[in-house]
């Protein structure tokens, strides 16, 4: 099966169909659609590395993301690739730098999404040679790319205040992530409880317990010594969830009050913050097409995830 075939199914000339599997803004909506139809009824797939071989572009995006174990990640590169779909560019995932640099250079991919990359050389490279969109990730000053930022402070301002008015006053944080990640979202309760001269339990080493277990170690020694957790993700806050019910000895032995962040899981009693893939995903490939198709500039969009606060 060609793109001949494809054109003739579609009823359009051999350019008008390329045109349209390689997301071109110049062919009309309806057409790109008649051409998708088309190449989805004749299970039509673009030789994606003969195109790189042959020099010329290969509609291929490469998405960047390391933490493919939190489903998170997997939701927001999912509705990404969706998106890009519509637009006729096909997508594949990276789960390192390593990876994605090869790819860069084997296939001739037009551009890459970056998913909460820290990496300030890696970011700036990777912008520097193709259109870029980063997605919380940390952005150095004077790269000029599009980002997709998430400003987390109302969501941990309501937690931190809903956990005050419910009494919680001995806190703890558990995350793996980097410092300058913290920054973005943890560091946002440290500093609000440190303005009411309230001081986190920390481990021995650090701000912040980097593991479900460790945390555990500290916890089921000394009962009451934490009434709430602010976890880095659902994940590490659902471990810990089930881990503590799991040693709860009575109906009134009390478990700490804890805070999750993503929104990928719902329990009861169970808080966190709920974070928009689909809004994320739309700006992003939004952004990426202006820049590609020169309508644009790079742009920068805030997005504000929302606290969910459960009884």
């Known amino acids: 099966m060609t793109i001949k075939d494809v054109a003739k199914r579609a009823g359009v000339c051999l350019v008008t169909a390329s045109r349209a ?13 008649r051409v998708l139809g088309a190449a989805k009824e004749l299970d039509y797939t673009p030789n994606l590395l003969a195109r790189g071989l042959a020099g010329s572009s290969t509609s291929l995006i490469s998405i960047l993301v390391s933490k493919l174990s939190n489903p998170y990640f997997g939701l927001l590169t999912e509705q990404i ?22 790819l860069v250079r084997s296939l001739c991919t037009n551009g890459t999404f970056m998913i909460s990359t820290v990496d300030p050389v890696l970011i700036r490279e990777m912008a520097e040679r193709r259109p870029t969109v980063g997605i919380n990730s940390l952005v150095p000053k004077g ?4 980002s997709i930022e998430l400003d987390f402070i109302n969501a941990y301002s ?6 005050l008015g419910a009494r919680k006053k001995k806190f703890a944080f558990l995350s793996n992530v980097s410092i300058e990640f913290q920054k973005k979202k943890l560091d946002i309760a440290r500093r ?3 303005s009411l001269k309230m001081k986190p339990v920390n ?23 934490i009434d709430a957790v602010f976890c880095e993700n659902d994940i590490f806050a659902s471990r810990l969830a089930l881990a503590l019910s799991s040693r709860k000895e009575s109906a009134k032995d ?58």
């Open 21 to 33: 599997m390689n997301g071109r803004e110049s062919v009309r909506p309806t057409i790109r659609r």
């Open 81 to 102: 690739s969706l998106r890009l779909n519509t637009h006729g560019i096909s997508s594949v995932l990276c789960d390192s730098p390593d990876k994605n640099e090869n």
């Open 143 to 146: 790269v000029e790319m599009s």
């Open 158 to 163: 309501e937690l931190v205040n809903a956990a």
């Open 192 to 194: 609000m409880l440190k």
């Open 203 to 225: 481990p021995v080493a650090g701000e912040s317990f980097g593991s479900v277990e460790e945390i555990l170690s500290y916890i089921l020694p000394n009962p009451g010594s």
């Open 254 to 311: 009390e478990m700490p009050l804890i805070i999750g962040c993503d929104g990928i899981f719902q329990y009861e009693g169970f808080w966190t913050i709920s974070v928009d893939v689909d809004l994320i995903a739309q700006n992003a490939v939004e952004s990426y097409m202006d820049v590609s198709t020169g309508k644009s500039k790079h742009r920068k969009v805030t997005i504000v995830p929302k606290a969910i606060i459960r009884s």
